[in-house]
């Protein structure tokens, strides 16, 4: 039998915590981006500018001109038309009639100072609307700054002083009797309560009267016990009535 070697004092068992070892992860799926070129450029790392190079433009398979096929007037130059005179026959003109000045309606006698040397000469014109509402000032609507006083334009001022008069109030005129001063009676004495303890007060109220009846009472003189028959015996009473009947009709005799 051969002898066993010692392996320490670890076995296989379940993990306390978990592990990496767990977990499935894709593995080495993910790659660093590159360094060089423009897309997909590394943010980690400067960029350097990138250019790229164009091919050769693809040929044109058919011509775009449209060549000799246009047909140029010969008569056409680079200055223009080049043609004998022409004539055409046109309609007659619409002229519109207007009202023209005649002979008679021109002054050349009034043309003489326009045309020959002539005096100056004046009129006398009425006066023009325009002059009644004109608002300029007259010379009386300015005034000339004054030159003395401490209110001088443009000058210099020399220091001014002024006499005030004598103020009545405080003064030995003053009379002190139509002064309205609050005397001693203006003020009002302080009632003892305020500063010290308040005594009791009493008041005396009116007479309380009782509630009862107000109505009128019958005195003693209101009864009159001799009439009373309910519990005394009543004597007899004698009453004299009439013989006839009030639903007969009576006997009437004429006098004469």
């Known amino acids: 039998m051969a002898e066993e070697v010692w392996v320490g004092t670890w076995r296989p068992h379940r993990p306390r915590g978990p592990i990496m070892a767990l977990y499935t992860s894709p593995g080495p ?78 002054f050349p006698e009034k043309s003489t100072k326009h045309v020959f040397d002539s005096a100056p000469s004046h009129s006398i014109s009425a006066r023009t609307k325009t002059f009644r509402v004109d608002s300029t000032p007259g010379p009386a609507a300015y005034m000339l ?42 003020y009002r004495q302080t009632e003892v309560q305020v500063t010290k303890f308040k005594a009791p007060q009493y008041t005396m109220a009116a007479r309380v009267e009782p509630p009862g009846d107000k109505t009128m009472k019958p005195g003693p003189g209101a009864h009159s016990p001799e009439k009373v028959t309910l519990n005394k015996p009543c004597a007899p009473t004698v009453t004299f009535g009439i013989k006839h009947s009030d639903y007969m009709t009576p006997l009437v005799v004429d006098v004469e």
């Open 145 to 186: 700054p004054v030159v003395m006083g401490p209110h001088t334009v443009g000058k210099v001022s020399q220091p001014s002083f002024s006499i005030k008069g004598r103020s009545k109030l405080g003064s030995f005129s003053d009379d002190l009797h139509k002064a309205r001063t609050p005397g001693p009676a203006a």
């Open 29 to 106: 799926k993910y790659l660093i981006p590159p360094t060089t070129g423009f897309v997909k450029h590394t943010p980690t790392k400067l960029r350097a500018p990138a250019y790229s190079f164009r091919g050769a433009p693809m040929l044109l398979a058919e011509n775009c001109s449209p060549g000799p096929r246009y047909s140029v007037n010969p008569k056409i130059l680079r200055t223009g038309k080049d043609l004998g005179p022409a004539y055409s026959i046109l309609g007659r003109y619409h002229t519109k009639t207007l009202l023209t000045p005649g002979p008679g309606d021109y």
